[in-house]
């Protein structure tokens, strides 16, 4: 049997449904293929699960100084399994949640994997699909590293890692990305003893140099070992050997070292190295086929996905060109305290004029009321406009949108002043640093 659609979508995660919403939206007739459960890797086994259990290992953690607030807080303790079960809990909801609000537009949704027949066909459960616009959206897995596969017992993926219903008292983590960073403070926040393992040079590379020296001190702060510029040479009989000598025991192994994309069946076309090759407009080779999400390996962020998903579908449906800027999107780091940043960072700027300003939070009467002043705002301006900007503090995911703002619309920085910033909060942080850029700052000493 043969059906006829407008868009074809291969992969219900973030891309794959935003792009279903928003074609239904304008009026095309939509078909969405995933074989799982909608909601992709970031409902399912990313940030959804893992911002749940960070969570409750966060609470747990600011229990245990309640004392210093006058709450008295005798015989604290946890149960994981609870903690376990409720993220189980909200996944399922979600995931019901989402179905109903995709077939709520009208989008067929195909539980069957497809698979490419011709540029314009697909098949799926004995079915024929013709789409005259097609969007990849199938994601990504995890990583492995040659020699260290995961056996899903002692190596794990981090899709692994959210089966455990019972925590190990000691964890080797191998890499310090977002991923391994976040599985590190919740296990050292629920009183385990985390080791982690990093090839390069510093911790989370891929930040401001600023934000990886904090992190190290948060690190020995909360008695997080680690090693850096340091790779796993051999794992025998649950003993690991690291490149420095170092000999290891962990009860596990979690290899956080990223993720690869999950190719359709039957696509062969151009890729740029393992990832789909896509123009300006995300289209592929293929004029009509598109790829967005983790499998272009633009950015592997959920909320980069639902950007791209948009502006594929206003590009087909209006012609629009679509608005991507991989410097213009934020990262964010989860657990206490967040970590964010968007834009330029400071090596980046290297033989460009540019000004600097790095504003503690402990100057903050906020920060001082919720005994959170380990953190800092920075940021760095280059032709009176922020260029880049880097928060180590409570509520940076939230604070980064204001600096992501200012970016996108090339907004002046004399501008930003004119706004008027609530005291006592967090976001003061944002109109210091900015002040800072001219040593203007109000809360700081005179230098």
Known sequence: MEKI?????????????????????????????????????????????????????????SFRKAEK??????????????????????VQKLQKSLTKLVQSYGVEIIPAEAKFISHDKIEADKNIYTCKNIIIATGSKPSGIKGLEPDGV???????????????????????????????RIFSALDREVTIVEVADRLLPAADVDVSKRLDRLFKKSKIKFFTGTMVESIQNKTVTLSN????????????????????????????????????NFQTNFKNIYAAGDVNGKIQLAHSAIHQALGIVDYITE???????????????????????????????TGAEYKVSNFPVSALGKAFADDEIDGFV??????????????????????????????????????????VFAHPTYSEAVFESIMGLDNLNLNLPRS
């Open 5 to 61: 659609f407008e868009l074809g979508i291969i992969g219900g995660g973030p891309a794959g449904y935003t792009a279903a919403i928003r074609a239904a939206q304008k009026g095309l007739s939509v078909v969405l293929f995933e074989k799982n459960s909608l909601g992709g890797v970031c409902l399912n086994k990313g940030c959804i699960p893992t911002k749940t259990i960070l969570h409750c290992s966060d609470l747990y953690k």
């Open 69 to 90: 607030f006058g709450i008295n807080t005798a015989e604290l303790s946890y149960d994981y399994e609870k903690i376990f079960n409720r993220k189980n809990e909200i």
């Open 154 to 184: 002692f190596v794990l993926t981090s899709d692994d890692i959210l089966n455990l219903a019972n925590l190990p008292q000691k964890i080797l983590i191998i890499g310090s990305g977002a991923i391994g960073v976040e599985w590190a």
């Open 245 to 280: 000598s170092q000999i290891l025991t962990p009860d596990i192994v979690l290899c956080a070292a990223g993720r690869e994309p999950v190719i359709p069946v039957g696509l062969e076309f151009e890729k740029n190295g393992k990832f789909v090759k896509v123009n300006e």
């Open 319 to 349: 012609g629009k060109k679509v608005h991507f800027d991989i410097d213009k999107v934020p990262s964010v780091i989860y657990g206490s305290p967040e970590i964010a940043w968007v834009g330029k960072t400071e090596d980046k700027l």
């Open 378 to 419: 920075k940021v760095l301006s280059v032709n009176d406009k922020i260029a880049g900007a880097h928060i180590v503090c409570p509520e940076a995911s939230s604070l980064i949108h204001e600096f992501a703002l200012m970016i996108d619309n090339g907004i002046k920085t004399d501008d930003v002043l004119n706004t």
